[in-house]
């Protein structure tokens, strides 16, 4: 047992002198801010009173999808790779721990390979509604399709200590979009929607619709009409933000959809209750950027305190990340003496603070646990180092109240860990989703 530890520690030591991203941790304090503590495979930072409650509680899902560089290929394939957090915030597992493989979506048969993919749970938290872009042969664009991933577990009455289980895979009604990067699942108001955006370059305009899956009459719907505004070309390339028009969303009161766009106007919120757009007002004199939302971003309207209490955020608070930094979106309500309508406003996000020093080597994405408990992970899909993995930073932390006289976030388990890849030629690696 000694002999094996040495050993495995040993590795981790030749691992850590050739490895780039290691030797940058030297220099975290200076890339990072003060109150994010330093960590390394076999340094975990951890801040945990003792007795907590260690026990398995939540499951987290990371999306990543792999290719050879340059190219929409024939050997891409989607890893499902899951980690479990304990009730107390704890990571489950050892530093440097390969993360668990659940499941692998390959490139479709007659298809030349997957052009992306996105994802989220099904309205009965019970499985995972997944939209993987395949590329057909001899067309320039993806054709998106619509499949059901559904967890089992040996022992279902045991499953948070059960780490045996399958996945079964079912296939979802098609989506007629047949544009790629511009539609993603969404889950809301027990629905599952889908936004999806289309360009009109020679009207100068973007257009935004919304589907909605009826599972009895099996087809996704047209929900509501669609949403047109004004779009100025020069935001699609000369425009702080890279990446497809659709960036993110978040699901507000569970029954309204914010929808963030890579635009100065892109903050729109559809009503599921009666499939109605509205543009989000904001600020034009700010010298603050809009910075829109990344992936999904978490809203926390009310929470529970450790004493037991339930605290109120006002209107409420958007969180997401962005280049390893955590942002804040207050929410504020008003009422508009036009149509009578009760609308949003939104000022640009105020940044909380950083949860990873590394900008270039990668990026992350942030879930929701429970109350205050966040957690982020990011991944080095940006660094080339001589390793056959990547290298996967992962933090719980609890956000503090808007109202709080120093904001910021509490550091409760940050460690390293693995994700191990899957063959492919010139690697290229997309981090799609965090579930």
Known sequence: MAAAADEKARQTEDASSCCS????LCSWRRACSPRIPRVAPGRDY???PAGADDSPAWSVLVGLLSGTCTAIS????LGLHRFRVARSGRILGGSDDALDILHTVRTTEGCSGIASAAAALTPDGRSLCLFSEHLDPGKVSAIPRAHQLRLTYENPSDRRKNTRSTITTSALPRLPSERPMRCRPVSAAGHLWAPNIELELLNSKCVVGMLRLDRDAGRWEK?????AFPLDRKELTNGRWVGPLFQGYAVLHDDTILVSLRADQGLLTFSCSDCTWTQVTTTKDTHTPYIPILGRGIYIKQYVTEDGDHEDEDDGTVYFLRDNKAFAHKLC????QEDQRRKLKLEP??????VCPFGEEGYGFLTHLGGRLMCSVWISTLLHCSCQFLHVLITTFRVRSTSAE??????VHSTCRRLDVFPVGLPMHEFCFLQ
């Open 21 to 24: 991203l290691y030797r940058c």
């Open 406 to 411: 120093q904001k910021g976030i509490d550091i």
């Open 74 to 77: 024939d050997d891409s394939v």
């Open 46 to 48: 951890l801040c945990i």
């Open 349 to 354: 996000p105020a940044m909380i603070d950083f």
């Open 333 to 336: 309500y008003y009422q508009d």
């Open 223 to 227: 929900a509501g009409d669609a949403f």
